[in-house]
């Protein structure tokens, strides 16, 4: 299976995906890396792995629909079985969402639907929650509303702050969405009717 990631920062989690597509011998494998910002460090490292990365400005499209046009022209070069969002921070037009429905993930830091959107770790901290977490979905047409794959959870410590949970969540990520894309490229996950089936697992 071939696998387009798109980020905009630094790409921990690409690494952690490209490190587990290596070492735990996958039927699938990065192909392209995408970046609507030229200096995300995770350019570098996705080069350093030997795949092909690229940047595709947004500022450089009169709007939305004309970026998210061009975005899907160069993710369909690579003729990708699954589009992986790992901290690719723009909004998605309906149209573009359409395009990959059942086919692209994206990860959020929240146990979601708490804290869509910014800001998820200080909210959290704010509503004194207990835990906090992070959600790998199926990407719909609504922001980080889409059916979940799999959720990971950490403890909110007393004497956290926003970088400190942010921290403990990030890690649980770099486990959590190898995991997931790993599942998909298995075959094992299926979006139907808006739900999300896992082989073996129902
Ligand atoms: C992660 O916290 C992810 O949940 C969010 O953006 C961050 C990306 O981090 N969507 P990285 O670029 O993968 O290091």
New binding site residues.
Partial sequence: KRIVVL????????DAIVRASEAQDWPGRVVAVISNRAEAR?LQSAQAHGIAAESLDHKAFADRPAFDAALAERIDRHAPDLVV?????RILTPAFVARYEGRML????SLLPSFTGLNTHRRAIEEGCKVAG?TVHFVSAQLDHGPIVAQAVVPVLAGDDEASL?KR??AA?HELYPRAVGWFVKGELELKDGRVTHRGRE
Avoid: D, Y
Wanted: proline letters at 4%; a negative charge; glycine letters at 18%.
């Fill in positions: 980020i905009s920062g630094q790409g921990s989690n690409l995770g969002l790992a901290g690719f921070m994206n990860i959020h830091p992070a942010a969540v990030l990520e």
